[in-house]
């Protein structure tokens, strides 16, 4: 089968296509015939080995893809090597995907829609009437994270972005009102944004002062969830006590950690989808690139040039 | 009136009862006759000046009364000021107290009964089924989580103290098992209570290497609450990323915002309440100390020699 492989680590230029023998299941696993590997953030730091698990050369990257069961079925799943013709998915957590999704709105849902969910649900619980804001308001979490946010009932959803597209594009899909996460004061916009008080549930994958700025942008009981560190740079450490002082929750998320709980994994992936296909929330669906182009889709995507899915079409 | 009031700074030798003026009521405040005021590990900090809101000269130290309005109905609240014969109490953070409770069981559920009730609930909100560790478990916070996390279906709950005596005290309140929070290795006996695995929910007190002993034990997902530092020993700063790769959430939890929030207070105290006049809950009472002996009540407090509620008795 025909796979992008990654040989040394490095930028997207590392991402070449090559031909490799077809995976073979072993228990418990399908062969899934690829039409859609879904193109993530954290993609890119698997390439250049900046990831959380460290990776072994040379590897196939990717984690989720649409496709074809043997007996025909359309199924979603979380793959490891992904970028590829075929891959193999785990029976216990893969779901069929409705008609009305497209391969992209279906890709959209799973890694990211499956972190949006969780971030409200698990690491960071909104309750109903809550302040909630959204770093990245228009990317692949964050723009669910905005439309789940209203769905379940929050008071004011703040939705963050760095330019005046993105957050128009948060305001169609629900946000409230928009902060540009580019100003030197983000905590002082973000509550300015809510009435000038502090806000309940942020979510932020940035790190490094971003993080920070919104750290202290919590009103007591506040929780701030970090799943990702997109600037590459650290936030700063935090004493417990500050929080004590402050009743503040910091929550970690790795959606890995949900991937190894099949059940937890399926229970917002199945939600997501039935939403999807009622119409309730809407996915995003961006560019689709040829196997081949790989590459290309990670230059837009570090350029911050996208919106929407990335999909990579083995097929193409 | 007479009252416990505090000219200097310094251990329990401050504590020293003197003539006041009785306390003038202002808009939504009433005044309280007190029967009962409890005693609480904070307090030692008051008096001290090490506690988390500054202190000013002279002041009178307690946080929680129980007693008769003028109209007779006998009633608990949160007040400052309430080592006295009379208090100031909020008119919409004031319960009437069941006849089924006395003074000692109706202060054991004030203070201490909101912090276990909202850490488990609100700081870190645990889920049946889960294993919840309960530091200080004979204590006054700790005993009451024991039983509140039982109540609400905890899968497991660990109960960690210092000596057999409290061991056991924590098992008769329904710990499924005990381990001694003095050992070397806090975090590997934490888990091998567990079964090897690491833990839900934690609910912390201590601070320095008992916080960061728990934090370890931690599962993905798991929730560490810090709600004192009985140690006065600092817990070690976390880097938010640590808690990103380990899908752990960090809490902090201070009554003093829940007590700005009546209805949050009043929330957990009417279920406390209940559940206490009901038998579902039993709070433990320990012993009752005339005014003028405070300063031995924190003695006791400060050499761990009491368990249960202390209550001072301004009638004595």
Redo the contacts between chains.
């Keep these: 089968m025909r796979a992008v492989q990654v040989t040394e680590f490095g930028g997207p230029e590392v991402l070449t296509v090559t031909d490799l023998p077809d995976p073979e299941p072993q228990d418990g696993q399908h062969l899934l015939t690829v039409t859609g590997a879904g193109i993530n953030y954290a993609d890119t730091h698997q390439t250049e080995d900046t990831y959380?698990a460290a990776q072994e050369l040379p590897f196939v990257p990717g984690t989720e893809v649409v496709g074809h069961l043997a007996d025909g079925r359309r199924v979603a799943a979380l793959a490891p090597r992904a970028y590829a013709e075929q891959a193999l998915v785990d029976e216990h957590a893969t779901l069929e995907v409705p008609d009305e999704l497209s391969d992209g709105a279906a890709l959209a849902l799973l890694v990211q829609g499956a972190t949006a969910w969780h971030l409200l649900r698990?690491?960071a619980?909104m309750r109903p009437g809550e302040t909630v804001v959204v770093l990245a308001a228009a990317g692949g979490v964050g723009n669910l994270a905005v439309q789940l946010a209203k769905r379940w009932g929050a008071g004011r959803v703040i939705g963050c972005a760095s330019t005046p597209d993105k957050r128009a594009l948060a305001e169609r899909l629900g946000a409230d009102v928009t902060v540009d996460s580019t100003v030197e004061d983000l905590r002082g916009a973000i509550e300015e944004a809510n009435d000038g008080e502090p806000v309940d549930v942020v979510l932020e994958m940035a790190?490094g002062p971003t993080?920070d700025a919104c750290y202290r942008a919590l009103a007591?009981?506040g929780?701030i969830a970090?799943?990702?560190?997109a600037s590459r740079t650290?936030?700063t450490?935090?004493?417990?006590?500050?929080?004590?002082?402050?009743?503040?929750?910091?929550?970690?998320?790795?959606l890995a950690?949900v991937a190894?709980q099949p059940r937890m994994l399926v229970e917002a992936l199945a939600d997501l989808f039935t939403a999807a296909a009622t119409g309730e929330i809407t996915p995003v669906v961006g560019g689709t690139y040829p196997l081949t182009q790989a590459h290309q889709a990670h230059e837009d995507l570090l350029a911050r040039r996208t919106t929407g899915k990335l999909v990579l079409d083995p097929r193409q």
């Excluded at 970090?226 to 560190?229: A, C, I, S, T, V």
């Excluded at 006590?241 to 503040?248: C, I």
């Design positions: 959380l698990t690491a619980p790190g993080f007591p009981f929780r970090l799943y990702g560190m650290p936030a450490p935090i004493d417990p006590m500050d929080q004590l002082r402050t009743s503040k929750t910091v929550a970690g998320f790795w950690h190894r």
